[in-house]
């Protein structure tokens, strides 16, 4: 079965400093992963996606992850933080439950970004 | 725009009553979810539905129900069974074409018992 994990429940950066998320996924198939962002009381709004094209996925506000299958890793980047990436972020990976398919999510990364 | 609307964004519910969040979709999208999000537990999964009238329990579905009589349409019931409502409530729905399309995300349902 599908699963995933973020590590770290909450991550604290100054603005313009490097922004790591990390997200580790188990699956028995080739994934296909995302990365969702949730600013306070909104829903989920899709940032990226792996399916299985280029291994260095661009996303949106210069948000990026890389794919690596040897370290069954989907970490999402940013080289410089701003205040505004301020939020939650969901790893996800599309998996098999119950005989449908649906996405799987990580317990959320919250990232704080501090002055 | 195609998208999803839930409505009411904020629903306070008094004890033993029964309250329908909705959520409504144009994207054309087979497949429809609800989830609940509470405060470092992520999001949970309450009921899905693949196409209409068809529907299947997730994680924690007891004290709700849905309904799915039209593609675009899938409300959600937080029965009086249900002890602990007060929550985030997030609809999303997928295009089931191919594993790789995300879910799209309505804006949430923000419920509170009174």
């Known amino acids: 079965a599908q699963s995933v994990t973020q590590l770290g429940s909450h991550v604290s950066v100054s603005e313009g400093a490097l922004v790591l998320l990390r997200c580790n996924y188990s699956?028995?198939?080739?994934?296909?992963l995302f990365w969702y962002v949730q600013y306070p009381n909104q829903g989920l709004q899709l940032l990226l996606k792996y399916t299985s094209a280029a291994t260095l996925v661009k996303g949106i506000n210069g948000f990026e992850a890389e794919f690596k299958k040897s370290e069954t890793s989907f970490h999402l980047t940013k080289p410089s933080a701003h205040m505004s990436d301020a939020a939650e972020y969901f790893c996800a990976v599309s998996g098999v439950s119950g005989g449908y398919n649906k996405l799987i999510f990580g317990a959320g990364t919250r990232l704080a970004v501090h002055p | 725009d195609g998208g999803i609307t839930q409505s009411p964004k904020y629903l306070f519910r008094k004890e033993g009553q029964n309250v329908t969040l909705s959520c409504e979709q144009n994207?054309?999208?087979?497949?429809m979810y609800w989830y609940r999000q509470d405060p470092g537990q992520g999001l949970r999964l309450i009921y899905y539905s693949q196409i209409v009238n068809d529907f299947q329990k997730g994680d924690i579905a007891e004290g709700y129900s849905v309904s799915r009589e039209k593609k675009e349409s899938f409300p959600l019931t937080v029965t009086s069974a249900q002890k602990n409502p007060t929550a985030f409530y997030l609809c999303a729905s997928r295009n089931t074409g191919t594993e790789s399309y995300g879910y799209t995300f309505g804006s949430g349902t923000r419920l509170t018992v009174v």
């Open positions: 994207l054309n999208h087979d497949a």
């Open positions: 699956s028995s198939v080739p994934p296909y």
